[in-house]
Nanobody
Framework: QVQLVESGGGLVQAGGSLRLSCAAS????????VGWFRQAPGKEREFVAA????????YYADSVKGRFTISRDNAKNTVYLQMNSLKPEDTAVYYC???????????????????WGQGTQVTVSS
């Protein structure tokens, strides 16, 4: 069982930066791939970024490529999402998700992840 807690959300002006954290419980966190997803009001949840358990592989949605960076510190059981050059369309609730057995082909598919955090709100003003 893994419990995930997101933090770091807030209100920022367009062009600004935020760093989200996803803190996990459990002693085998390095065995879990982690994805970040977001959901804006009235929209479906969408994939943002994912990272393999070792951190050696990362994946990004085209909409955030070059602006967001996902990383992890397995010693701290934490995954980060550094978000730069934020745009109003990045406004959403951001969720992290983890799964031990997910293959990289499925990283973008939210329903493949077993564990989810409660979400953190990111609001980007224009």
């Amino acid at each position: 069982q893994v419990q995930l807690v997101e933090s770091g959300g807030g209100l920022v002006q367009a062009g600004g930066s935020l760093r989200l954290s996803c803190a996990a419980s459990g002693r085998t966190f390095s065995s879990y791939a982690v994805g970040w997803f977001r959901q804006a009001p009235g929209k479906e949840r969408e994939f943002v970024a994912a990272i393999s358990g070792s951190g050696s592989s990362t994946y990004y949605a085209d909409s955030v490529k070059g602006r967001f960076t996902i990383s992890r510190d397995n010693a701290k059981n934490t995954v980060y999402l550094q978000m730069n050059s934020l745009k109003p369309e990045d406004t959403a609730v951001y969720y992290c998700a983890a799964d031990k057995y997910i293959g990289s082909y499925y990283y973008t598919r939210g329903y493949e992840y077993d564990y989810w955090g409660q979400g953190t709100q990111v609001t980007v003003s224009s």
